[in-house]
C-alpha cells in the first residue's frame, strides 16, 4: 500500500501546477528513529509532571472532524499532562479567513491555524514558523509540500490532508432509474440526469446559498481546466486572458444550468447541511461535494453505495477527471510563548500511532506523508485513489485567486441562478472582480 500512496503522490503533483516546487532543500533526512520518537511524545529533558503547565490555542475550519479532532486532543493532553489544548472551530458557512483575521488584530493569535498556501502562504509570511527541519518532513510527500513552501524552499505548514471532490452518486439509485455505466462526459451526464427526472428521481442536490461550495469548488473546474491553468491565472492579472470569450468559462453556464434545472428546490437557501442530508437520505442521487462529507453521509445511511463522478464541462476526453489537492495546512505562529509544543502536537499528529489512527480511521482522510497506510477509507476516499492511480485528476487553483475573489464570484453565481443578471453578464462579473482585487 505504501508503495501505491506514493505512486498517487508523484502522479498528484505532476497535475498541481507546474510553478510549484517541493521542499527539496532540508528533508533533515538524518534524523535518527530515536529523535522521532522523542518529538511525538517523549522528552529526554525530563518528565511531563517536571515541566511548567501550558495551554494551546488550536484554531481551525474543518466542521466535520470538529468532534473527532476534540477526542484525538483529548489523548494527546493525556499523554502530555503538562498541555492543555483550547480547540475552537469556525467553518461550514462562516468566514474562517475574516475569523483568523479578527484574531490576530485583537491580539489573541492562535498557536496553531489553518493556511491554505501559495498566495495565502505569501499573505501570512511574516507570522509563520519555520516547519522544515520537524522530522515528519522527511515523510512528506511532493504534494503535501508544495503549497506551503516558499520562494526561499523553506516549509511553513503540514498539510492536513488530501481530497478530491466532484459529483458524489448514488450508485443504487442510478441502477433504479436504469444507469448502469458511470457518466463520463457532459453528454452522458445530461442524460442521465433526464433519466433519473423521468423515474422520479430528483438529480441533483444543489447548496447555492453555501459561497464556497460554488464561488470556490464548483467555479474551480473552469480554472483547472484549462491547458494551462497557472498561465490562465497569471494572465488574467496581466491582462493577457479574459473570462469573457473563453471556452472552458463558457461552457460552464451548461454545468450551472443542469444542476438548476434538475437539481432540488429552493438551491439558493440550501446550505451544507441540507445539502448533504438531501443526498444522504436518498432525496437525490448526486451531490457536488468532497470527501469530507463521508463521515456525515455514513452517520445518515451506514449502507449508502456511492463513489465519484467529474463535473464535466464537454465531451472531451479529458473531462473526465476531479480536481485532488491538499485542502489547507497547519501552521504555527512564530512568535508562540509555546512554540515547541505547538510543534510537538503536530509531529504526535502523524507519527504516533494514535495520531494515525485517528487521522484515517476517525476522519477518514487521505495522509499525505508515506509513513501514514492509508487504512479506513471510506467509498469515497477509495474512489478519488482510483481517478489519482488513473492520472485523472485537476488541480484546486482558487489559492492563487485574488484575496476575496471566491466569495464576490459565488455572489455572482447566484445573481445569475436567480435570474438577476445573464450569463454574458455573470462573465464581464467574473472580469471585474478579478480586475478590481488582484
Not at 151 to 162: R, S, W
Not at 233 to 259: A, K
Not at 285 to 302: C, V
Request: charged share 20%.
Amino acid at each position: 500500500m505504501k508503495r501505491l500512496l506514493l505512486m498517487v503522490a508523484l502522479l498528484l503533483f505532476v497535475g498541481v501546477f507546474a510553478a510549484c516546487s517541493s521542499n527539496d532543500s532540508d528533508s533533515d533526512s538524518g534524523k535518527d528513529d530515536a529523535s522521532e520518537e522523542t518529538g511525538a511524545g517523549g522528552d529526554a529533558a525530563g518528565t511531563d509532571s517536571e515541566k511548567e503547565a501550558v495551554t494551546l490555542n488550536f484554531f481551525q475550519f474543518k466542521v466535520e472532524i470538529a468532534d473527532q479532532l476534540r477526542e484525538m486532543l483529548d489523548e494527546f493532553e493525556a499523554e502530555h499532562p503538562h498541555i492543555k489544548v483550547n480547540l475552537e472551530t469556525v467553518g461550514g458557512g462562516a468566514d474562517y479567513g475574516a475569523a483568523l483575521r479578527a484574531k490576530f488584530a485583537s491580539g489573541e493569535r492562535p498557536d496553531i491555524f489553518n493556511n491554505g498556501g501559495f498566495n495565502e502562504l505569501d499573505l501570512w509570511l511574516e507570522h509563520l514558523a519555520d516547519l522544515s527541519n520537524e522530522p515528519w518532513v522527511e515523510h512528506l510527500l511532493p504534494i503535501g509540500a508544495a503549497p506551503m513552501t516558499a520562494e526561499d524552499g523553506i516549509l511553513y505548514g503540514m498539510p492536513v490532508n488530501l481530497e478530491g471532490y466532484g459529483f458524489i452518486y448514488n450508485i443504487d439509485l442510478f441502477e433504479q432509474a436504469g444507469i448502469t455505466e458511470p457518466p463520463a462526459t457532459l453528454t452522458e451526464l445530461l442524460a442521465a440526469a433526464e433519466k433519473l427526472e423521468e423515474n422520479g428521481i430528483t438529480a441533483f442536490s444543489a447548496g447555492y446559498g453555501e459561497w464556497w461550495v460554488i464561488g470556490q469548488h464548483l467555479l474551480n473546474i473552469p480554472f483547472a481546466q484549462q491547458e494551462d491553468p497557472v498561465t490562465f491565472i497569471e494572465g488574467l492579472s496581466e491582462g493577457t486572458t479574459s473570462f469573457i470569450g473563453n471556452p472552458r468559462f463558457e461552457e460552464f453556464q451548461q454545468v450551472i444550468d443542469m444542476e438548476i434545472n434538475y437539481g432540488n428546490a429552493n438551491p439558493l437557501t440550501t446550505d451544507y447541511n441540507a445539502q448533504v442530508t438531501q443526498f444522504a437520505s436518498g432525496q437525490t442521487a448526486m451531490l457536488q461535494q468532497g470527501n469530507w462529507t463521508e463521515n456525515m453521509i455514513y452517520e445518515i445511511n451506514p449502507d449508502i453505495n456511492m463513489a465519484f463522478l467529474p463535473i464535466p464541462l464537454n465531451d472531451d476526453a479529458g473531462a473526465n477527471r476531479i480536481p485532488v489537492g491538499v485542502p489547507n495546512n497547519w501552521a504555527v505562529y512564530k512568535d508562540s510563548e509555546h512554540l515547541e509544543e505547538a510543534k510537538l502536537l503536530l509531529n504526535w499528529m502523524v507519527s504516533s500511532d494514535t495520531g494515525k489512527r485517528y487521522l484515517t480511521e476517525e476522519f477518514a482522510f487521505i495522509p499525505a506523508f508515506d509513513n501514514i497506510e492509508p487504512t479506513g477509507l471510506g467509498a469515497l476516499g477509495e474512489s478519488i485513489l482510483e481517478y489519482s492511480v488513473e492520472e485523472k485528476t485537476i488541480p484546486w487553483t482558487w489559492f492563487r485567486w485574488p484575496d476575496g475573489a471566491n466569495q464576490d464570484f459565488a455572489a455572482a453565481i447566484q445573481e445569475y441562478v436567480a435570474g438577476q443578471i445573464d450569463y454574458d453578464e455573470l462573465l464581464e462579473n467574473f472580469q471585474s472582480t478579478w480586475d478590481n482585487l488582484k
